[in-house]
């Protein structure tokens, strides 16, 4: 077995050894251990996991934040032009990578907040190499230039979740990462996970569970961040660091984090690496810096809150475990403001974009107005119509949660459109059946919980030639209907909608003998390019005298212009009547009414 790594164990010939150190050779690297057994022990370790020395591909800019000019023969390979902490406040960066380097009790938010604040604006790949000492920053530098032959060395990939992983998911995956293990919620019951973890020898293992900056939790077992031979700096830690008290969970299934023999670690819980001045606990106790100590050369860490799920599970595996810190920032857009996950090691990073998902407006259309008849006053509860409502909504509600619209990118607008146009067309139906059912009570209810909005109000043409006005209702409450009216001196109340419902204008003669077909023609007008169902009925008190009255909704498109015949029979009596044409479009109703002068026998 060849050995990668030499340690020393005092620092000026660890210094002396480095500043001479030749790294276009295949020399061993240098590794400070002063007082560090533990660290002594990992390294030693290591050499039967790594089996090859590898050039790394350079980060273009390398900020030192403690000011350690005897690494210099590290820096000089890790990264092309060097800054200190005061030059970098005032440079300049765009599209570039950086790499953090130093002690970690120099990595603090208040020095770097303003790259971390602004990365995503200024194209900026960030990275870190830190350690809690110079024995473990040199340790950390030295694995940055070894890697595992996979020829020589059996590894593999694995998931640990604390969420329960579907079927069709772990076959996907395991499609896309045959080499992959997966352990999920049932599993991390039923399986001895210190045993798994600590005898596999790791390529990339994914750490995915709740947290904080000293433990990662998978259920009954607890990966842990203290470490034994590191003395406190502070007087606060948690539990386990104060006398006659004893670690939160099972002291027995602890894990520490370095202690897994892994090239790529990916700690996968929220803020289990915080800034150094945003750390709750002493440094004795942190994952990351346990995680450091330990054989792993990239550390996949999050330095606040991150709310990573299934999608960005699903996009780390898809990429093969690679770039994860990017993959996990870049699919959380949209979900969180903040850059939450940093790769400890100077792996290579690319920028990378994923489509975002968004409900169709048709959806939420829906769904505001489906929300807003189920607290109304107007709708009854016990009805066909608002059992359907409140069963759309409950399913509805599920399909808008981020990972079911990343998982139906593609399907799910095409699957809403039927389930909207099916809730649609029902309402319209039931509304021919009953023109009294509870749902057309919708215009009294809202208008007198509603005020005019004067400076909507306009005039304009009715279709009987006379002027008329044009108005909205602004309501009350935000849970209520708007309402858009149509008045006229001689017709009265012409049309009623919902606001963003379609328009319509209907042509009809205004007098017509008795026997004789009513020909009527509607334009509808609709802002939106969702399908409308269409209908019309007459008052309840002829309604035993239409010969064709409508018993299906007719399913159109906005633009389109409909045309029919009112055919009544010989026992209506000559007077004057209205009709009333309405559509049905993401459940918001839109009625016109137009009247007409049946003409009979003159005395």
């Given at each position: 077995m060849m050995e990668l790594f030499k340690t020393f164990s005092e620092k000026s010939n660890f210094f002396e050894a480095l500043k001479s150190h030749d790294f276009s050779e295949n020399n061993q690297l240098p590794v400070l251990v002063e007082n560090r057994e533990n660290l002594k022990k990992v390294i030693e370790d290591s050499n039967g996991f790594y089996t090859n020395f590898s050039t790394?591909?350079?980060?273009?800019?390398?900020?030192?934040?403690?000011?350690?000019?005897?690494?210099?023969?590290?820096?000089?390979?890790?990264?092309?032009?060097?800054?200190?902490?005061?030059?970098?406040?005032?440079?300049?960066?765009?599209?570039?990578?950086?790499?953090?380097?130093?002690?970690?009790?120099?990595?603090?938010?208040?020095?770097?907040?303003?790259?971390?604040?602004?990365?995503?604006?200024?194209?900026?790949?960030?990275?870190?190499?830190?350690?809690?000492d110079i024995c473990s920053l040199s340790w950390q530098c030295a694995k940055q230039f070894v890697e595992v032959n996979h020829d020589n060395v059996a590894v593999q990939n694995g998931i640990?979740?604390?969420?329960?992983?579907?079927?069709?998911?772990?076959?996907?995956?395991?499609?896309?990462?045959?080499?992959?293990?997966?352990?999920?919620?049932?599993?991390?019951?039923?399986?001895?996970?210190?045993?798994?973890?600590?005898?596999?020898?790791?390529?990339?293992?994914?750490?995915?569970?709740?947290?904080?900056?000293?433990?990662?939790?998978?259920?009954?077992?607890?990966?842990?961040?203290?470490?034994?031979?590191?003395?406190?700096k502070v007087t606060f830690s948690p539990q386990c660091g104060y006398c006659n008290q004893g670690?939160?969970?099972?002291?027995?299934?602890?894990?520490?984090?370095?202690?897994?023999?892994?090239?790529?670690?990916?700690?996968?819980?929220?803020?289990?690496?915080?800034?150094s001045d945003l750390a709750l606990?002493?440094?004795?106790?942190?994952?990351?810096?346990?995680?450091?100590?330990?054989?792993?050369?990239?550390?996949?860490?999050?330095?606040?809150?991150q709310n990573s799920d299934y999608i960005e599970l699903d996009r780390v595996v898809a990429n093969s475990f690679q770039n994860i810190p990017n993959i996990i920032n870049s699919s959380l857009k949209g979900a969180q403001s903040q850059l939450s996950m940093l790769q400890i090691g100077i792996e290579p990073q690319e920028s990378v974009e994923f489509e975002k998902a968004y409900p169709s407006e048709a959806l939420i259309e829906s769904i505001n107005r489906a929300r807003q008849y189920q607290i109304s006053g107007f709708l009854d509860e016990n009805g066909k119509i608002s059992k359907l409502i409140r069963n759309f909504l409950i399913k509805s509600a599920d399909s808008i949660s981020r990972n079911s619209l990343y998982n139906n990118m593609g399907n799910s607008e095409k699957q809403w459109k039927q389930k909207i146009n099916v809730l649609?067309?029902?309402?319209?139906?039931?509304?021919?059946?009953?023109?009294?059912?509870?749902?057309?009570?919708?215009?009294?209810?809202?208008?007198?919980?509603?005020?005019?909005?004067?400076?909507?109000?306009?005039?304009?043409?009715?279709?009987?030639?006379?002027?008329?006005?044009?108005?909205?209702?602004?309501?009350?409450?935000?849970?209520?209907?708007?309402?858009?009216?149509?008045?006229c001196y001689r017709c009265g109340d012409?049309?009623?909608?919902?606001?963003?419902?379609?328009?319509?204008?209907?042509?009809?003669?205004?007098?017509?003998?008795?026997?004789?077909?009513?020909?009527?023609?509607?334009?509808?007008?609709?802002?939106e390019s969702d399908d409308i169902y269409f209908g019309w009925f007459v008052p309840s008190y002829i309604e035993d005298n239409v010969l064709n009255a409508p018993k299906k909704m007719k399913k159109i498109k906005g633009g389109d212009q409909i045309e029919f015949e009112i055919e009544f029979d010989d026992k209506i009596a000559g007077q004057g009547y209205y009709f009333t044409v309405f559509t049905i479009q993401n459940l918001g109703i839109s009625l016109r009414r137009h009247f007409i002068s049946v003409e009979g026998e003159t005395k």
């Open positions: 790394p591909k350079k980060v273009i800019y390398g900020v030192d934040l403690s000011g350690l000019s005897n690494f210099e023969g590290y820096k000089s390979a890790l990264a092309e032009k060097w800054l200190t902490i005061e030059e970098m406040k005032n440079y300049e960066f765009h599209n570039t990578s950086i790499v953090f380097f130093g002690i970690y009790e120099d990595f603090r938010y208040n020095d770097l907040k303003s790259l971390f604040l602004n990365a995503e604006k200024l194209k900026v790949n960030i990275c870190a190499i830190i350690g809690r640990l979740s604390c969420k329960k992983i579907n079927l069709k998911r772990k076959e996907k995956w395991l499609e896309q990462s045959p080499n992959l293990v997966i352990f999920d919620k049932p599993e991390l019951h039923k399986m001895d996970i210190q045993k798994i973890l600590l005898s596999t020898n790791w390529d990339s293992l994914l750490l995915y569970g709740h947290g904080k900056e000293d433990n990662l939790n998978l259920e009954e077992y607890t990966v842990c961040g203290r470490n034994i031979e590191v003395s406190r670690c939160f969970k099972d002291e027995h299934k602890l894990i520490p984090a370095c202690d897994i023999i892994a090239q790529n670690l990916t700690l996968g819980s929220c803020n289990n690496a915080p800034f606990y002493d440094e004795k106790y942190s994952l990351l810096l346990n995680a450091i100590d330990g054989v792993a050369k990239t550390i996949n860490v999050a330095v606040t809150a649609n067309e029902f309402i319209g139906e039931e509304i021919l059946k009953d023109q009294f059912n509870s749902i057309m009570s919708f215009d009294d209810y809202e208008t007198s919980r509603s005020y005019i909005d004067e400076n909507s109000v306009e005039v304009v043409k009715c279709e009987c030639g006379n002027d008329a006005l044009h108005f909205k209702f602004k309501p009350f409450s935000m849970y209520d209907f708007s309402i858009e009216m149509l008045f012409k049309a009623i909608k919902m606001e963003k419902t379609p328009d319509m204008r209907v042509y009809a003669p205004d007098h017509v003998e008795r026997g004789v077909r009513i020909p009527v023609k509607v334009e509808i007008d609709s802002k």
